[in-house]
């Protein structure tokens, strides 16, 4: 659990830094929930973590009622989120390459 907060902490304050370097005005950024799932996608697929549906099997299934509805809650569904939605291109592009073929 601590890893999932960790990596969302990680990835908040690198953005900042990016406005930051790039002076651009915070008030205007907004981490909406398409980019913070298309950040998830780019951080999952550049970890390459080995079973990582046993992981999130076992977060989802032994988290209390409390967990899943805080912070970690949200970025826990965000990552299987983003493992579907990185499964379902990945067969797209297989269904695709099939087709050609």
Same mark, same amino acid.
């Given at each position: 659990?601590?890893?999932?907060?960790?990596? &969302?902490?990680?990835?908040? @304050?690198?953005?900042? @830094?990016?406005?930051?370097?790039?002076?651009?005005?915070?008030? @205007?950024?907004?981490?909406?929930?398409?980019?913070?799932?298309?950040?998830?996608?780019?951080?999952?697929? &550049?970890?390459k973590i080995e079973h990582l549906h046993s992981h999130?099997?076992?977060?989802?299934?032994?988290?209390?009622? &409390?967990?899943?509805?805080?912070?970690?809650?949200?970025?826990? &569904?965000?990552?299987?989120?983003?493992?579907?939605?990185?499964?379902?291109?990945?067969?797209? @592009?297989?269904?695709?390459?099939?087709?050609?073929?």
């Amino acid at each position: 659990m601590k890893i999932i907060l960790t990596c &969302s902490e990680m990835i908040n @304050k690198e953005i900042e @830094k990016f406005y930051d370097v790039n002076a651009l005005q915070r008030e @205007k950024w907004v981490l909406d929930a398409d980019q913070v799932l298309a950040v998830f996608c780019y951080v999952i697929v &550049s970890a390459k973590i080995e079973h990582l549906h046993s992981h999130l099997f076992i977060l989802d299934h032994f988290s209390t009622n &409390s967990q899943m509805i805080s912070i970690f809650g949200y970025y826990l &569904s965000v990552m299987n989120c983003a493992v579907e939605q990185l499964e379902g291109d990945y067969l797209d @592009k297989i269904g695709n390459e099939e087709q050609q073929l």
